[in-house]
């Protein structure tokens, strides 16, 4: 017996996160296999456990993944745009619910995991909802806002009720993503926390404390990785290779590389090293990339949206 997942806020993420799962659940519908794709990081469900064995939790096997889905959005246009989304998706996509408008609550009521998926700014007043009190009492709540601390969290919701943040990033979309979670005591929930965002990549745990850094290097990194891979691409254009040939080879060297860093467990100076024979042109390469910065420019752009991410829903007054 499945449970239900609600996304409140189902725009980029909770479109990346739902597909990761949808699709996984697709696959494990065609193949009795495990999944080739489920990383863990150094989070390995711990074995023997099943799934929690609570009132809303009943008897679902290790794998289990929700069996039902609710989205919110603000808007009914967003609603109807995210309706198709979901429908391109296959058939468990179109088994989605979508609720645009004022359907929070309802929502909530129904679920037994709630995912927040809104702008930070928009998750205390999703929380703040008349009859959200009753509704959330209990439940586990997935936070992935930005800045938005546990314990700002634990304010907006009963008592009872279980808090945890998660910073996942876009990739889950394909099943590539990076998503930390915040630890809990309860290892039934830490399965099926496992359990989701393994089934959009890799998953693991982090004290909060860490939270903005991953925001920064996992959370905003697709964006930072996205212009190197641009400018690599225009460079290759630059030399007269065609434009997507010239991306093709950026974004396979892109992947391959960060695998053996990944799989091969190689150092990026090894990496480096690697590649760059004496006096030949990837050196020539490298000198051009250190006189301009890129290693520190990279690192001090880590260090700014870390410092962002902490202020993100705060109250700027404060
Ligand atoms: N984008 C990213 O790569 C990452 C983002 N995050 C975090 O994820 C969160 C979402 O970001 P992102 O997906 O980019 O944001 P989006 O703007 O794409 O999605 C937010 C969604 O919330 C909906 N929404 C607005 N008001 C309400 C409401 N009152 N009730 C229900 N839904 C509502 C919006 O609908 P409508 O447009 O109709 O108002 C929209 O669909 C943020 O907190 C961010 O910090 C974390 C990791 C990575
Ligand atoms: O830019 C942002 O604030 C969000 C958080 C991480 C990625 N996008």
Redesign the pocket.
Request: aromatic share 4%; hydrophobic share 40%; proline share 6%.
């Given at each position: 017996m499945g449970y239900t997942l609600a996304v409140?806020?189902?725009?980029?993420?909770?479109?990346?996160i739902l597909s990761g799962v949808l699709s996984s659940l697709e696959e494990r519908n065609s193949t009795p296999l495990k999944n080739p794709n489920h990383h863990t990081g150094d989070s390995e469900p711990p074995s023997g456990i099943s799934t929690p064995t609570g009132s809303q939790f009943l008897n679902a096997p290790e794998e289990s993944l929700p069996s039902k889905f609710i989205a919110?959005?603000?808007?009914e246009?967003?609603?109807r745009k995210?309706k198709k989304t979901f429908e391109s998706l296959g058939r468990f996509g179109s088994d989605v619910e979508i609720r645009?408008g004022k359907?929070?609550v309802n929502t909530v009521q129904e679920a037994d995991v709630i995912l927040?998926?809104?702008?930070?700014n928009?998750?205390k007043?999703?929380l703040s909802e008349p009859g959200m009190t009753e509704a959330v009492k209990g439940k586990l709540v997935i936070s992935?806002?930005?800045?938005?601390t546990i314990s700002q969290l634990v304010s907006w919701v009963p008592e009872g009720t279980t808090v945890v943040r998660a910073?996942?990033?876009?990739p889950c979309k394909i099943r590539e993503g990076m998503t930390v979670v915040t630890p809990l005591s309860d290892a039934l929930l830490r399965t099926l926390i496992l359990n989701i965002f393994t089934s959009c990549g890799r998953c693991r745990f982090l004290d909060e404390k860490y939270f903005d850094a991953c925001?920064a290097v996992a959370?905003?990194g697709?964006?930072f990785v996205a212009l190197v891979l641009e400018a690599m691409a225009d460079g290759g254009v630059m030399m007269g290779l065609p434009r997507v040939e010239a991306l093709e080879l950026a974004a396979q060297t892109l992947q391959g590389t960060g695998r053996m860093a990944l799989y091969a467990g190689l150092h990026p100076a090894q990496l480096k090293d690697s590649v760059t024979t004496p006096g030949g042109c990837t050196i020539a390469g490298l000198l051009t990339l250190e006189d301009g910065r890129v290693r520190s420019t990279m690192a001090r752009a880590i260090q700014v949206a870390t410092n962002h991410a902490a202020g993100?829903?705060q109250d700027p007054k404060k």
């Amino acid at each position: 017996m499945g449970y239900t997942l609600a996304v409140l806020g189902c725009g980029t993420m909770g479109i990346a996160i739902l597909s990761g799962v949808l699709s996984s659940l697709e696959e494990r519908n065609s193949t009795p296999l495990k999944n080739p794709n489920h990383h863990t990081g150094d989070s390995e469900p711990p074995s023997g456990i099943s799934t929690p064995t609570g009132s809303q939790f009943l008897n679902a096997p290790e794998e289990s993944l929700p069996s039902k889905f609710i989205a919110t959005v603000g808007r009914e246009e967003t609603g109807r745009k995210l309706k198709k989304t979901f429908e391109s998706l296959g058939r468990f996509g179109s088994d989605v619910e979508i609720r645009a408008g004022k359907g929070n609550v309802n929502t909530v009521q129904e679920a037994d995991v709630i995912l927040i998926c809104s702008k930070p700014n928009i998750a205390k007043t999703i929380l703040s909802e008349p009859g959200m009190t009753e509704a959330v009492k209990g439940k586990l709540v997935i936070s992935i806002c930005a800045g938005v601390t546990i314990s700002q969290l634990v304010s907006w919701v009963p008592e009872g009720t279980t808090v945890v943040r998660a910073m996942p990033n876009t990739p889950c979309k394909i099943r590539e993503g990076m998503t930390v979670v915040t630890p809990l005591s309860d290892a039934l929930l830490r399965t099926l926390i496992l359990n989701i965002f393994t089934s959009c990549g890799r998953c693991r745990f982090l004290d909060e404390k860490y939270f903005d850094a991953c925001t920064a290097v996992a959370g905003s990194g697709p964006a930072f990785v996205a212009l190197v891979l641009e400018a690599m691409a225009d460079g290759g254009v630059m030399m007269g290779l065609p434009r997507v040939e010239a991306l093709e080879l950026a974004a396979q060297t892109l992947q391959g590389t960060g695998r053996m860093a990944l799989y091969a467990g190689l150092h990026p100076a090894q990496l480096k090293d690697s590649v760059t024979t004496p006096g030949g042109c990837t050196i020539a390469g490298l000198l051009t990339l250190e006189d301009g910065r890129v290693r520190s420019t990279m690192a001090r752009a880590i260090q700014v949206a870390t410092n962002h991410a902490a202020g993100l829903g705060q109250d700027p007054k404060k």
